[in-house]
DNA sequence: CTTGACATACGCACTAGTTCGTACATTTTA
DNA sequence: TAAAATGTACGAACTAGTGCGTATGTCAAG
């Protein structure tokens, strides 16, 4: 009861919002705007290099040991700074754990805005948008580990952080004007419903990232193999697409 | 460094097998072996009784908080026996999480064994083994969160575990056996393999259930809803069908 | 059917080592 | 010189694990 409590007032707690713990947010903009002259020449001091270098360190400690696996001490040491700058920068622990995660949605919605699909085919548009899905998940290991990480303590950081929740909604409209297109063309028979539709391929592209280790163990089959990949890819994309014809 | 080595020291140590910790073995034997009269009577010692009560509160605990957020202590606390017996029984905390991890392998085994799908044709048995698949993991929460946990730490227990290893394995032949039977007779138009099929059908369900937070903050969408439930279980059949059936 | 030796089951209270976080001092930049 | 950035050393609280003593049940001998 007594260890419980204090649990939830160690979570609650990191509300408090430190001196820079805000610059997060800003922080592109800052890099932007005007002075970033600091980094050109060798110059010492280099804030936005060192909380990178943080968020970079703190990723990997996260991601490979969990939020309450993952030692400050262990990232500090790593760092080519001390514990007391991540403190400085992030406050807490939570603080940098929250900050990883929201580095790692920030970094995937850039990449998907970019896609345009609404002059090709629906068939073909959606083909590619599953690629997409399913490279993206291969190749960002980390972003998947987050994101398993996160249901586990039932997404109770994403909740705090209004700017993850506003992202994956535009794989939805992309989604819907696809089958929309679909259906009017007459290519698919079935009206799904978008989000069905991208939880169905999400699964699957998500599925073979997160759990690669327990199904690789059991079935001793290497997921990350080129030949698999391409087989795996090919089946999604063909299950998604003849569902949605019949 | 340091901390890498200790913690990795931490990992290996956990080996040695303490005098009673192997009793999780001939567990169900002991039982039925005879003397089992002490729990009929509500008299003091029931080692049984007393192990169970632990992993019930020691799964409850590390589904919650993980392996390293788990707490021994908190654990000891929700039991009606002490901390004391706790390492007296499973030895180390890793002992605790491996055993808790092994017994909810192993009730899963039983389930999926007494199916009978040979006699059905293969559609409908494909339709009945998809259904008992998503209704597992769906009633099975501790499960999947037991499992999306090992994956994070690299399925490094499983891995100790022969006894989890060996089961999967007659799903496999069990889909095997249907996907042969459909393309004999014609119903099915392409040779899957199983074990991709078994993939396909498993990433789905297993991902509503470990991504349930996640994905229902970001769509605000209740999962576990029975009308979105049923959506999803047809939706996943009719996929895996009309993929074999193309 | 007692009695006593012995093994198993159990609990209190303690320890050694971590781990997050911070007070204080110092340097760098503007 | 003021403000921002940084390093060092330390502490309070926590946490896994244990030493030691007690209770409970078993079994064999008297």
């Given at each position: 009861?007594?260890?419980?409590?204090?649990?939830?007032?160690d979570v609650d707690n990191r509300l408090s919002t430190r001196p820079v713990s805000v610059s997060m947010a800003d922080e592109t903009v800052k890099a932007d705007s005007g002075m970033a002259a600091k980094r050109e020449n060798?110059?010492?001091?280099?804030?936005?290099?060192?909380?990178?270098d943080i968020l970079d360190v703190a990723t990997e400690e996260f991601t490979t040991h969990g939020l309450a696996g993952g030692r400050?001490?262990?990232?500090?040491?790593?760092?080519?700074t001390s514990k007391r700058m991540i403190y400085y920068y992030f406050g807490s622990k939570e603080g940098l754990y929250l900050a990883v995660l929201e580095r790692?949605?920030?970094?995937?919605?850039?990449?998907?805005e970019d896609l345009q699909l609404s002059n090709l085919p629906p068939e073909q548009a959606l083909r590619v948008l599953i690629s997409t899905t399913f490279e993206h998940d291969e190749a960002n290991p980390d972003f998947v580990r987050l994101v398993s990480i996160e249901n586990?303590?039932?997404?109770?950081?994403m909740l705090r952080s209004d700017a993850i929740r506003d992202l994956n909604v535009s794989v939805i409209e992309t989604i819907a004007a696809i089958l929309d297109r679909g259906v009017a063309?007459?290519?698919f028979a079935r009206k799904a419903d978008p989000i069905d539709i991208h939880m169905l391929i999400s699964?699957?592209?998500?599925?073979?990232?997160?759990?690669?280790?327990?199904?690789?163990?059991?079935?001793?089959?290497?997921?990350?193999?080129?030949?698999?990949?391409?087989?795996?890819?090919?089946?999604?994309?063909?299950?998604?697409?003849?569902?949605?014809?019949?």
């Open positions: 009861m007594t260890l419980e409590q204090i649990r939830k007032f060798g110059r010492k001091n280099d804030p936005q290099r060192t909380q990178e400050v001490d262990a990232i500090a040491e790593k760092t080519r790692a949605y920030r970094k995937i919605r850039t990449l998907e586990i303590h039932h997404a109770a950081h063309a007459g290519v699964a699957f592209c998500f599925f073979r990232v997160s759990n690669r280790y327990t199904f690789g163990t059991i079935f001793r089959r290497d997921l990350s193999e080129p030949a698999t990949m391409e087989r795996h890819k090919g089946m999604i994309a063909d299950a998604v697409i003849s569902y949605l014809k019949t």
